[in-house]
């Protein structure tokens, strides 16, 4: 199983340590940062535990959009690395359908981190990036059905390139 | 497709290595993987491992068996990657940056270093007394290591 939970925890605390020096120079701490992850590292630390129904293989490549300061972008960065894995700078080049929901993973008085639901991150990559993601798709329809079908027809996908018939 | 030993073998020696995340499979670190199975895997179980291909055989060379089977369009990443310009052009939809970030990309495995790092080897030369005072006064003068110095002339003699 892959765990993204430790290094949220690792996040935090070096926000934490980080704003034990602001206030020893009588600076404000920073405020909260908000993340959302995307694309396959949201499927793997989804609380959905898509890791036992679908066959879930991705990059370190992390693709996550950050809402706070700038610098903890940076610190981030350092923590994904430490722990293996890469920031994709190009995270909001990533396209998320307008009706996604989405799903609290952690939170703390530092960082809010959410998961784009399975549904949509799916979506996503069947109607922008098919040809990577054909397997999953074709997968990942055998587990959510119709409702994935829909949505992916709504919004211009290729259902017959993964071997659907469609909802018409 | 997914409990192919293939597919178990390929994908486990890629997530051994960190260029992959792979939760359902057993890592393999010590794999032997012939270039045609690794290429089945690509095609059709996950395409992720034309990514990061180049690096791994970059990294792992003596993992991989019948590299003179690799498709041209892969032998030319790897070809450009120990170039002197690096990767220029990308393979399989995969676009060249991508490819040199997994090139570049610090693996757990501590005996490999990023594509940059292998560039720099180490040369010992003998100069006539003169020529070694030349080197390090130069060097000096520009605010350059004797080492970049004549790095740059001869840069500037080949045109590179």
């Not at chain 1, 396959?40 to 991705?58: I, K, N, S």
């Not at chain 2, 490819?99 to 757990?108: D, G, I, K, S, T």
Request: charged share 30%; hydrophobic share 40%.
């Amino acid at each position: 199983m892959f765990d993204f939970g430790q290094i949220l925890m690792a996040f935090d605390l070096r926000i934490e340590e980080l704003n034990e020096k602001r206030r020893e120079e009588e600076e404000p701490p920073y405020p909260k940062v908000e993340i959302l992850l995307l694309g396959q590292m949201g499927l793997f630390a989804h609380p959905d535990h898509l890791q036992g129904r679908l066959h879930l293989v991705g990059t370190v490549d992390v693709d996550a959009i950050l809402k706070g300061r700038y610098s903890l972008t940076t610190v981030f960065e350092e923590v994904l690395k430490q722990h293996g894995l890469r920031y994709d700078r190009d995270s909001h080049l990533v396209w998320i359908p307008p009706e996604s929901t989405r799903t609290a993973i952690f939170e703390t008085s530092r960082v809010k981190c959410e998961v784009l639901d399975p549904l949509y991150v799916l979506t996503s990559k069947a109607v922008k990036a098919k040809e990577k993601n054909r397997l999953l798709i074709r997968e990942a329809l055998a587990v959510y059905g119709r409702e994935l079908e829909a949505l992916i027809q709504k919004h211009g996908g290729d259902l017959e390139f993964f071997g659907s018939q469609g909802t018409s | 497709m997914y409990k192919d030993r293939r597919t178990l073998r390929v994908l486990g020696f890629l997530a051994a290595k960190g260029l992959l995340i792979v939760p359902w499979v057993r890592k393999f670190p010590g794999a032997k993987l012939r270039i045609p199975d690794v290429l089945w895997v690509a095609e059709n179980v996950e395409p992720r491992v034309f990514e990061v291909l180049p690096a791994a055989l970059l990294h792992f060379p003596a993992t991989f068996l019948q590299k003179d089977r690799l498709p041209d369009d892969l032998r030319r990443v790897l070809r450009q990657m120990g170039g002197p310009v690096g990767i220029q052009e990308g393979a399989r939809g995969i676009p060249a940056k991508n490819f040199r970030q997994w090139a570049e990309w610090v693996l757990p495995d501590r005996r490999t270093k990023p594509l940059s790092a292998q560039r720099i080897l180490t040369k010992s030369f003998r100069f006539p007394r003169d020529i070694a005072d030349g080197i390090r006064q130069q060097a000096a003068r520009r605010g350059l290591s004797e080492g970049r110095y004549v790095e740059m002339l001869v840069r500037k003699d080949v045109g590179i």
